[in-house]
């Protein structure tokens, strides 16, 4: 699932390549993952305009258009983002491909047909956009901030940091390497921490998620449609030695979704 370094580091890599190129064709493959709020046909809402800017908000992707109107990519668990030099063959899960008047497309695939991409005039109109909390990384959120915010958080402390009227563009991956960092156990009850755990939480929150953005920015280059996640802690890792400890990285699944992690006893709460 990428989440706010993946996006940041497509952002900034498209932001170098797009803004002011103009799209010649659009080709919409899977109408379930397009969201049209516009109506009409999306060749005909795309094709002439050009892209204005390059964003991201929590885990959205925003590529204002020259006609005022946004395409708003929400990958969620399996949508990757590609650009470069046009593909010979067309792959069965290719959403939506534009095509760019200097000889490079951009691509959406999605293997899970999970993700949204959204045409709208108006980004209050797509789903949880609005409740989106503060960015993860902002300046703004400050550890003050962080505090007030989390004390209106129930439940596990993991499930606070994927909640994104919480804080904006953090998922499943980063939440258990930020948990990790900060020796939180990410199954405790959030009224379980101290005052000093919730510093931590907080640091290890910036800290893990500004490195990934700059080790994403030096190993990802063109290939923005890859998912890089060998460099983290202890996600994806289990039964591997712990970086810390050395002690077995141990793996919890619920709901679909599988949790790694390594504390010790008396971070359990």
């Given amino acids: 699932m990428p989440e ?3 996006l940041q580091v497509i952002r900034e890599f498209l932001v170098q390549r797009i803004v002011d190129v103009s799209i010649t064709s659009a080709h919409m493959h899977r109408p379930t993952v397009m969201r049209n709020l516009l109506g009409g046909d999306v060749a005909e809402r795309l094709v002439g305009r050009h892209f204005d800017n390059v964003l991201r908000r929590g885990k959205f992707l925003l590529l204002p258009l020259s006609d005022g109107t946004h ?10 983002i590609r650009y470069g030099r046009p593909l010979t063959r067309h792959r069965k899960r290719d959403a939506l491909i534009i095509r760019l008047d200097d000889g ?25 956009f609005d409740s ?12 003050d901030v962080f505090r007030q915010r989390l004390k209106k958080q129930r439940g596990e402390i993991k499930r606070a940091l994927t909640r994104q009227s919480f804080i904006a563009g953090i998922g499943n991956a980063y939440a258990d390497e930020i948990c990790w960092r900060a020796g939180i156990y990410p199954f405790r009850r959030r009224s379980s921490l101290s005052d000093d755990e919730v ?9 893990v998620l500004v490195e990934a953005i700059e080790t994403l920015g ?5 290939a923005i449609d890859k998912e890089v996640r ?16 050395g002690s077995a990285i141990s793996e919890v699944k619920r ?15």
């Fill in 4 to 6: 706010l370094p993946d």
């Fill in 71 to 80: 395409l708003v990519i929400n990958p969620m668990l399996a949508g990757r």
């Fill in 230 to 245: 060998d460099f983290l802690s202890v996600h994806g890792k289990a039964g591997q030695p712990c970086p810390r400890c």
């Fill in 199 to 207: 510093e931590a939480l907080y640091t290890a929150m910036r800290d």
């Fill in 104 to 128: 490079n497309e951009l691509r959406y695939h999605d293997a899970k047909d999970m993700g949204k991409v959204y045409l709208t005039d108006d980004v209050s109109r797509i789903p949880t």
């Fill in 255 to 269: 709901e679909r979704r599988a949790t790694h992690f390594f504390v010790g006893r008396a971070n359990r709460g």
């Fill in 218 to 222: 030096a190993r990802v280059g063109h």
């Fill in 132 to 143: 989106l909390g503060p960015e993860a990384t902002a300046p703004e959120l400050s550890l």
